[in-house]
C-alpha cells in the first residue's frame, strides 16, 4: 500500500529487535583465573535479595559477574545476563531485556509477561512487571538476574520500575547490579531490611596469589615473587592495571620490572600505560582502534564500513589473541567490544586528533550499515551523534510506521522524544506516525493537536502530499480516530466514510481503523442495520500481523452498538469471545483485555451477576482509568462505584468518583465526567446529603453546553447522566413537576436515537416521577413498556436501584396482571425476589425482619461475629487479627456461614449481613 516507503531493508520486527549479545557476558579467555573466593561471594548472592557490585573501571566487575554466572548455571540455578548500555534508557527497552534474558534462562519465566508486551502496546509496563512478579514466584525455584552496568540508566522511571520488581520480589528472586557507581535506586530501603550485600573494591582486588597465577598462567610471563609481589603492591591488586603492565612487559628481554615501569602503574596514570601500550603497536592498528572506538559493539563486517579497512576481521582476530582488551560477545566472533576503559581512552584521543568531520563522518558510515541491517535503535543514534539530524529523521521515518502497525508506539514515541522539533516538522510521514502514535496511545488531546497541526502546515505549504492517493486516505483515517478518541462521534462517521470512501486496500490496517471509526460513529446516528452490514463483511482475523490491542478495539465498537441498541445478550456474547481472546494472546492484566473488561461489567451488573461482575472489574481499576477508551472505562466505572456501593463502602466509592473524574478533566472527555458526578448525585442523595448533592451538580452543570448540539452523537450519553441527575434532585426537592419534564425529553430524544438500553434507567425514574406527580396509571404504562423490554433482555439492577417507588409499581403490576399482559407474572415475581435479596444500605427498600432471625439463629456465636466483620467491610486477615485466630481458621468459619445462610459468595454474605443490621441491633440474634 504505501509506495511513498523506502526501500531500505527492514528486519521481520523493526525497531524492536533485541540485540541478543547483551544476554550473556563476553566471553572470557580460557586461561582465566577463577579466583578462590567466588564461592563464598556467591552465597551472598543467593541469601539477599539484592547485591551490589560497585567499582571503577578495570576491576574485574563484569568478568567476576561472568564467573559467578558460569558457576551458578553448573548448580543448576537458573541465571539471566543483561549488559545495559544508555541505549535502554526508556522503560520499554529495559523491560524489553529485563524479559528477554529471563524467559531465555529460567525456563520460559517470563515468557506470558512478554505475551503482554508484544500483544499490547497500551499496558502500563508497571502492569507487566506485576505478570512477571507473578511467573517468577510460580516458578518455586532460585532465579538470579544479573544486570551488568546498570549505573548507565540514569532514567528515574526505569528505576522507579526495577525498584518495583525488587519491591515486591518473591524470595525465590536475587538480583545483582553491576556498575562503576551505586545505581539511580534507592537502595536503602533494602539495606534497611536487610535484603542488601555489597561487593566493593577491596572485595575486587587481586590478592597475591591471584596475581601469581596471573602472570605465570595467563600473561605467560616469568617473574620472581618478589617482582610480582612489587606488581602487585604498585597496582594494588586492580585488575586491569596488572593486565596493561602484562602488556608492557611482554616480550622485553628478561621481563625485568624496571622503577619506570612501576611509577607509571597506578589509577591516575592509567592513560599514560595505555599510552604506552599503544606506542608499541603499529600505526595502522591505531589508526584502526581510533576510528572503531565510536561504536559500542562492532563486526567485521561493520567495522569494514565504518573504518575503511577492508582486513578488519583480520585486525579484531589479531587484537583479540594479542589480549588487547576486545571481548568476543558470540563464540561465532560475530561480535565483539573493547573493555570500557580503553574504549573511553580512545574516544577521548579521537575527540583530540581527528577532526570533528571525520568522525561524524565514521558515524554517518556506521548508520548506514547498521540501518541496512534493521538494527534502527543504533542506526538512529549514530546519525544523531553524527549530526545529521534529517537522516535519524528519514531512518526514523522508514519504519515508524510498521512498528506502529504491529503495536510497538513504544519504540516510535521514544524515538520521535530523540529527534529535534525541526527535523520532525518537514516530514508528513512522520507526523503522521507521531499522531497514530498519540491517538492509539490515548492521548487524545495531544493527538488533536498534532492532527490540526498538519491541515494546518498542509494548508500553508509547509507539508506537500503529491497527490498520493494512499497517504490522503491515511491523513482521514487518522483524523476519524482521533475524532473518535476525542468523543466527536459525527466527526468520526464523517472522516471515516471518506477514508473508506477512497478505497484504501481491502484488509488493511488503514481500513479497518476507519471501519472503527466509522461503527463508532454510526452507533450515535442510529445506523445499527448498517453496522450490523460491515460487521457481517469484515474478513475474520487471522492474527499475523494485526495487534491484539486494534482487534479488540474493533470488536468492542460492535459489541457497543449492540449494546446501546439493546440486545444485551449480543452485546454480552461479542465481549466476552473479545474478552477471552485478549486474555489469551495479551494476558488478564493488559490494557486489550480491560477494554472488553469494562463494556461487560455493566452487563452483568445489569443481569444481578454481582460475582462475575467482580471477576471483570479485579485488578483492573488502574488499567481502566489509564488505558480504557471513554466507553468503556465509562461503564468499568459505573459498574465500580455501584460495586463499592452495595458493600456498603461509600467513602471509597467516592473517592473512585474522584479519581475517575481527574481523569475526564485531563482528557477532556465529558461522557465520563457526567456519568461519575451522576453516579456522586445518586449516592449523596441516597445519603441525604441534598446540599453536597446539588453542589456536584451545579459544578457538573458548569461543564454541560446550555443546549445539545446538532447532530447530538456520542454527547447525548453525557447529557443522559446529567438530566438523570436533575430529575434525581427535582424529585427529591418535591418538584416531580420539573422531573417529568425533564426526563420526558430525554426519553424522546433517545427513543428517537432507538437507544433501547440507554433508555431504560430514564424511563424508570421518568415512571417515578409521574407516580410523584399522583399520575399512578400513566406511571404503570410507562414501567410497563421498561418491564416488556427488560424481561426479553434480563433487565434487573435499573429497577431495583431506583428503590421502594419502583417496587411499589412493579407490586401493584404483580397485583393486576391485566394492567400490563405483555409481561409475565414470573419476571415481576423474580423482580421482587430480587428486591428483598439485593437489598442495599441506603440506596433501596429497608431490610424486612422475618426470616433474619432464623436464619442467624442457625450460626454460632463465633460466626455471629465473623458475619459482624464482614459487614464491616474487614479482610479475613483484619478479621484474624480482630476476633485473634488464624486466617485458616476464618476460612473454614466463612464456609459454614455460607453454607447455613445459603449464599455462595463473600459479597452475597456481605449484603446479607448488612441488610439485617437492623436485626442485630434490636438484639433479635
Avoid at 596488572?242 to 612487559?249: G, N
Avoid at 561504536?295 to 573504518?307: D, F, G, I, K
Wanted: aromatic share 8%; hydrophobic share 45%.
Amino acid at each position: 500500500m504505501r509506495d511513498y516507503h523506502s526501500s531500505v531493508k527492514t528486519s521481520a520486527n523493526p525497531g524492536s529487535d533485541l540485540i541478543g549479545t547483551k544476554l550473556v557476558p563476553p566471553l572470557r579467555n580460557d586461561k582465566w583465573i577463577v579466583r578462590g573466593a567466588v564461592p563464598s561471594w556467591l552465597e551472598e548472592i543467593l541469601s539477599h535479595l539484592l547485591t551490589l557490585v560497585v567499582a571503577p573501571a578495570g576491576y574485574g566487575k563484569t568478568t567476576l559477574l561472568a564467573q559467578w554466572r558460569e558457576h551458578l548455571l553448573q548448580e543448576g540455578v537458573c541465571t539471566a545476563w543483561v549488559s545495559m548500555d544508555r541505549d535502554d534508557n526508556s522503560l520499554y527497552a529495559f523491560v524489553s531485556y529485563l524479559l528477554a534474558a529471563l524467559a531465555g534462562a529460567s525456563l520460559g519465566v517470563g515468557r506470558v509477561a512478554q505475551e503482554v508486551i508484544r500483544n499490547d502496546h497500551l499496558t502500563p509496563l508497571k502492569s507487566v512487571i506485576s505478570v512477571l512478579i507473578n511467573e517468577i514466584a510460580d516458578a518455586d525455584r532460585p532465579i538470579v538476574l544479573i544486570l551488568d552496568d546498570m549505573d548507565l540508566l540514569e532514567s528515574e522511571p526505569v528505576n522507579d520500575l526495577l525498584f518495583r520488581l525488587l519491591r515486591y520480589a518473591p524470595p525465590n528472586l536475587h538480583v545483582v547490579i553491576a556498575g562503576r557507581a551505586e545505581p539511580w535506586l534507592a537502595v536503602s530501603y533494602f539495606r534497611m531490611h536487610g535484603q542488601l550485600a555489597r561487593i566493593n573494591v577491596d572485595d575486587l582486588r587481586f590478592q597475591y596469589e591471584d596475581a601469581e597465577l596471573f602472570f605465570r598462567d595467563v600473561a605467560g610471563l616469568s617473574l620472581k615473587s618478589e617482582e610480582v609481589r612489587q606488581l602487585w603492591s604498585a597496582t594494588e591488586g586492580w585488575v586491569t592495571g596488572l593486565q596493561l603492565v602484562s602488556i608492557v612487559f611482554r616480550g622485553r628481554a628478561g621481563n625485568k620490572v624496571s622503577a619506570a615501569g612501576l611509577g607509571a602503574i597506578s589509577h591516575e596514570l592509567s592513560s599514560y600505560i595505555t599510552d604506552n601500550v599503544l606506542a608499541a603497536l603499529p600505526a595502522r592498528i591505531v589508526d584502526f582502534l581510533l576510528r572503531v572506538s565510536v561504536l559500542e559493539r562492532v563486526s567485521p563486517a561493520l567495522a569494514v564500513v565504518t573504518t575503511g579497512f577492508d582486513d578488519a576481521a583480520k585486525l579484531l582476530g589479531w587484537l583479540e589473541r594479542r589480549g588487547l582488551f576486545l571481548a568476543p560477545l558470540s563464540e561465532q566472533r560475530e561480535w565483539y567490544r573493547f573493555h570500557s576503559l580503553l574504549l573511553d581512552y580512545l574516544r577521548k584521543r579521537l575527540e583530540r586528533e581527528m577532526p570533528a568531520a571525520e568522525v561524524a563522518r565514521l558515524h554517518r558510515r556506521a548508520s548506514g550499515w547498521l540501518a541496512g541491517q534493521g538494527f534502527w535503535q543504533e542506526a538512529v543514534r549514530h546519525a544523531l551523534a553524527a549530526g545529521d539530524e534529517d537522516q535519524a529523521a528519514r531512518w526514523v521515518e522508514n519504519c515508524a510506521i510498521d512498528l506502529i502497525e504491529r503495536g510497538d508506539l513504544r519504540t516510535v514515541t521514544a524515538w520521535l522524544g530523540r529527534l529535534p522539533e525541526q527535523a520532525i516538522r518537514s516530514r508528513l510521514r512522520l507526523r503522521l506516525a507521531q499522531a497514530w502514535s498519540y491517538s492509539l496511545g490515548l492521548h487524545p488531546k495531544e493527538a488533536a493537536r498534532t492532527v490540526q497541526q498538519i491541515q494546518a502546515d498542509l494548508e500553508a505549504g509547509i507539508l506537500q502530499v503529491q497527490d498520493d492517493h494512499a497517504l490522503a486516505c491515511e491523513i482521514l483515517a487518522v483524523r476519524a480516530l482521533t475524532a473518535g478518541l476525542t468523543d466527536d462521534s459525527p466527526t468520526s462517521l464523517r472522516l471515516g466514510r471518506e477514508a473508506l470512501a477512497m478505497r484504501p486496500p481491502h484488509d488493511t490496517w488503514v481500513e479497518r481503523l476507519a471501519h472503527t471509526a466509522l461503527v463508532f460513529g454510526l452507533v450515535y446516528q442510529r445506523g445499527f442495520a448498517e453496522i450490523r452490514q460491515i460487521h457481517r463483511n469484515l474478513t475474520p482475523r487471522d492474527g499475523s500481523d494485526e495487534t491484539t490491542y486494534a482487534w479488540v478495539y474493533q470488536q468492542c465498537m460492535f459489541g457497543l452498538a449492540a449494546l446501546i441498541e439493546g440486545n444485551l445478550i449480543e452485546a454480552e456474547s461479542l465481549f466476552s469471545h473479545t474478552l477471552c481472546r485478549a486474555e489469551s494472546e495479551a494476558g488478564p492484566v493488559s490494557a486489550a483485555a480491560t477494554l472488553p473488561a469494562g463494556y461487560l461489567s455493566i452487563i452483568y451488573y445489569e443481569w444481578d451477576d454481582l460475582d462475575r461482575v467482580e471477576q471483570v472489574l479485579d485488578k483492573r481499576d488502574a488499567l481502566a482509568l489509564e488505558t480504557a477508551a471513554n466507553g468503556s472505562a465509562t461503564r468499568f466505572s459505573i459498574a465500580r462505584i455501584r460495586m463499592l456501593t452495595l458493600q456498603g463502602k461509600f467513602g471509597a466509592a467516592l473517592r473512585f468518583i474522584n479519581r475517575a473524574g481527574n481523569v475526564a478533566r485531563d482528557r477532556n472527555w465529558l461522557r465520563l465526567l457526567a456519568a461519575c458526578q451522576g453516579e456522586a448525585v445518586r449516592l449523596l442523595l441516597a445519603d441525604n446529603a441534598l446540599v453536597k448533592a446539588t453542589r456536584v451538580f451545579e459544578t457538573l452543570k458548569k461543564q454541560m453546553p446550555e443546549r445539545m448540539p446538532s447532530p447530538c452523537g456520542s454527547f447525548i450519553e453525557a447529557w443522559r447522566s446529567f438530566t438523570i441527575a436533575s430529575g434525581r434532585l427535582a424529585i427529591v426537592r418535591q418538584n416531580a413537576n420539573q422531573a417529568v419534564v425533564l426526563l420526558r425529553s430525554l426519553c424522546e430524544e433517545l427513543a428517537g436515537l432507538g437507544m433501547n438500553y440507554l433508555i431504560a434507567t430514564p424511563r424508570i425514574l421518568y415512571a417515578a416521577a409521574l407516580d410523584h406527580c399522583g399520575e399512578r396509571e400513566a406511571a404503570l404504562r410507562e414501567l410497563g413498556s421498561v418491564l416488556r423490554y427488560g424481561q426479553k433482555y434480563g433487565l434487573i439492577r435499573s429497577f431495583i436501584d431506583e428503590g421502594e417507588s419502583v417496587r411499589q409499581l412493579i407490586e401493584v403490576l404483580y397485583a393486576k396482571p391485566q394492567q400490563c399482559p405483555e409481561v409475565a407474572n414470573w419476571y415481576l415475581e423474580d423482580l421482587l425476589k430480587q428486591f428483598e435479596r439485593c437489598r442495599s444500605v441506603n440506596l433501596s427498600v429497608q431490610p424486612a425482619a422475618g426470616t433474619a432471625v432464623e436464619s442467624l439463629q442457625s450460626l454460632s456465636k463465633r460466626e455471629v461475629d465473623i458475619l459482624g466483620c464482614l459487614a464491616q467491610g474487614l479482610s479475613n486477615k483484619e478479621i484474624a487479627r480482630k476476633l485473634k485466630l488464624s486466617p485458616e481458621t476464618i476460612k473454614w468459619h466463612l464456609k459454614n456461614v455460607y453454607m447455613k445462610l445459603g449464599v455462595t459468595s463473600r459479597l452475597q454474605a456481605v449484603r446479607y449481613a448488612r441488610s439485617r443490621a437492623a436485626s442485630w441491633r434490636d438484639g433479635e440474634g
